[in-house]
């Protein structure tokens, strides 16, 4: 049990055997000489924004901290192997400010050892969970570097979510996993906030997951973040392609730019021309048109789930249009696709013109403005169109006609 009065005689000692003042310790915290005052007074503890940072300046751990004695130095522990329990628990305790208690399908919050979530459906006759795991590939180095710590967390949950709507899933709960070499609380905290954030704009919610701390493992500052979902679906409404008919439609709907595939290339073309970083495209900055989040599709594709004009639908990430899209054609059919009809964004001519590279490159790379595919009817075609293109830019690419190649690529990609 904590003891204040051991715990700010404790800080007191510390903070004379090095000479400090309440006032100077106080200076160096950004607090009040009053909130010094009352810790070692016993009257208060210091807070959690306050604890670590308190405890690298006093040269101990927050255990010893709040356990108001120093460890024996010979005698090995957590703490000295780079991990504070208590320091982490605080940071535990604030993440649960982000879960989902606003959703009365999660019947536990933060502490026991696994979520709970009622999954019963009684408007669903026969429910089928869809389920995915991802992560944001090489792009969350890029975003811990520039300072887009929440933002490569809507890329994630994003990311995720697409995955199981082009199966007419509705996404319903998140777990995710962090992994770091150093617990930064407010890293931390800004990672499951946006998080959080991410799964709330797409109609689902986080319900706990995994914070792991690897100080021997993985370097200091570094994260590396992973997620996985929940979904469901009516098995006689699932979406996966085997409606696709002769003569179908093929509709992209438009990225805003690289979403979270091509990294490795372009990180590649940044260490090469490292001017490039601040050049300006479209009158944005090359780091803030790359550092875009993956756009959302959900939202726009949910009013079609269970009719009959969604014959098939393709997330398109890495492998390009081709690439995703044949995953979903059946034995038979082809989709001829006229690149001359996609819709470049501008962050991909500029890519190609500094880099240099192949137009069969690009595509296989980039998903180069379509970030997404729906195949409908031709009789239908307008309608679907009128109703993405109430969120994103939706337009005819190519059709499905007989063949044995799954996606054929005509034209050439019109780079004016």
């Known amino acids: ?17 090095l000479g400090l003042t309440q006032q100077q310790l106080a200076d160096r915290l950004h607090v009040s000489f009053q909130a ?26 927050v255990d010893e901290i709040l356990a108001g004695n120093e460890k024996v130095q010979e005698g090995l522990s957590y703490s000295r192997a780079g991990i504070d329990i208590s ?47 991802e992560e944001p590939g090489s792009k969350q180095k890029l975003a811990m570097e520039y300072g887009y710590t929440e933002s490569i967390c809507h890329d994630m949950i994003n990311h995720l979510v697409n995955d199981i709507a082009v199966m007419g899933a509705r996404p319903l709960a998140v777990l995710d996993t962090i992994v770091c070499g150093n617990a930064e609380k407010d890293t931390i905290k800004s990672l499951v906030k946006g998080i959080s954030q991410a799964c709330a704009e797409n109609e689902c919610s986080l319900v706990g997951g995994e914070t792991s701390i690897q100080p021997s493992v993985i370097e200091p500052g570094v994260y590396v973040l992973t997620s996985s979902i929940a979904g469901i679906v009516d098995r006689g409404k699932v979406v996966d392609g085997s409606a696709i008919r002769e ?58 789930f269970g009719r009959d004009c969604l ?13 995703n899209l044949r995953r979903i ?44 595919v729906t195949v409908v009817p031709q009789a239908q075609k307008a309608e679907v169109i009128k109703l993405i293109s109430k969120h994103y830019d939706c337009y005819e690419i190519g059709h499905m006609e007989k063949g044995d190649k799954k996606v054929e690529l005509t034209g050439h990609l019109n780079w004016l």
């Open 329 to 372: 054609i059946p034995e038979g059919l082809c989709a001829r696709i006229d690149t001359g009809l996609i819709r470049i964004l501008p962050i991909f001519r500029y890519i190609k013109a500094q880099g240099k590279i192949s137009d069969q490159e690009m595509l296989r790379t980039f998903n180069m403005g379509v970030g997404f």
């Open 1 to 17: 049990m904590l003891d204040s009065a051991k715990t700010g005689n404790f800080i007191a000692v510390k903070r004379r055997a």
């Open 247 to 304: 003569g179908d439609a093929v509709l992209a709907i438009a990225s805003n730019g690289l979403h979270t595939n091509g990294y490795s290339l372009v990180r590649l073309l940044m260490d090469k021309m490292p001017q490039i970083k601040l050049d300006k495209v479209e009158g944005v900055t090359f780091i803030e048109q790359i550092m875009k989040p993956h756009t959302p599709y959900y939202r726009a594709v949910r009013e079609l």
């Open 311 to 323: 014959h098939g639908m393709a997330h398109i990430t890495g492998g390009g249009i081709a690439g």
């Open 87 to 133: 320091y982490t628990d605080a940071i535990k305790e604030e993440m649960s400010a982000y879960l989902g208690r606003s959703d009365r399908r999660v019947l536990n919050g933060l502490g026991p050892f696994a979520s709970l979530y009622d999954i019963r459906f009684p408007e669903i006759k026969d429910p089928v969970l869809v389920l995915k795991s």
């Open 36 to 61: 010094v005052s009352k810790w070692e007074n016993g009257s208060a503890y210091p807070n959690v924004e306050i604890l670590y940072d308190l405890g690298i300046l006093l040269g101990v751990t």
